[in-house]
Nanobody, 120 residues
Framework: QVQLVESGGGLVQAGGSLRLSCVAS????????MAWFRQAPGKEREFVSA??????HYGDSVQDRFTISRDNAKNTVYLQMNSLKPEDTAVYYC???????????????WGQGTQVTVSS
């Protein structure tokens, strides 16, 4: 099991940037696929991005605006979010699993989430 704690959320104006961090505790962090999902009120959880080793995946709505990265020495995964839009407003969740995937059921460890609000 891996415990995950997100940080970095907040309120930002449209066009601004935020960087989310997710710190993992537990062993073998480098072997886990790490992902970010988000969920807006009244909507289903949505895939944002994932990374394992040097392989990355992005959701269509964030491609070319968001960048995922990881620092295995710090047991941390990051999500750099640029050119933010009001529709990016959501609770962002960090997740860890055995393999990289766009589907949430692939990930069996989840953080508590961090709120991102983008004002117009």
């Amino acid at each position: 099991q891996v415990q995950l704690v997100e940080s970095g959320g907040g309120l930002v104006q449209a066009g601004g940037s935020l960087r989310l961090s997710c710190v993992a505790s537990g062993r073998s962090f480098s072997n886990y696929a790490m992902a970010w999902f988000r969920q807006a009120p009244g909507k289903e959880r949505e895939f944002v991005s994932a990374i394992i080793w040097t392989y990355t995946h992005y959701g269509d709505s964030v491609q070319d605006r968001f960048t995922i990265s990881r620092d295995n020495a710090k047991n941390t995964v990051y999500l750099q979010m640029n050119s933010l839009k009001p529709e990016d407003t959501a609770v962002y969740y960090c997740a860890a699993g055995p393999g990289i995937s766009r589907v949430s059921w692939n990930y069996n460890n989840w953080g508590q989430g961090t709120q991102v609000t983008v004002s117009s």
